[in-house]
């Protein structure tokens, strides 16, 4: 997609998938993105977009890494929370 394409999120260092989901550290805080729309149970994954022209989803390299990458980085946040006692995530389309 363009959006990968374009921008670079830090994926590759906080052990995400391209730009769909990613994490960083901001002076006190811990921020996590992640995608709403794929990529989950049931996720509208395969169809085209509205436009007819890319197929949606299924960035995962294994089924199960979004959540284990998830769970993986919440504990991480967690186990830091005495250095970055705010953990902030957002979910994007």
Do not use: C
Not at 42 to 62: I, M, Q, R, V, W
């Amino acid at each position: 997609t363009a959006y990968n394409a374009r921008y670079r999120m830090p994926s590759e260092e906080s052990g995400g998938v391209m730009n769909m989901w990613y994490s960083y550290n901001y002076g006190q805080a811990h921020f996590i993105s992640m995608n709403a729309e794929t990529d989950y149970d049931k996720a509208y994954e395969g169809e085209h977009d509205e436009f007819y022209l890319l197929d949606s989803g299924h960035f995962n390299p294994t089924p199960n890494a979004y959540l284990e990458w998830l769970e993986k980085d919440l504990q991480q946040a967690a186990d830091q929370r005495h250095i970055r006692p705010w953990i902030i995530a957002a979910g994007h389309r």
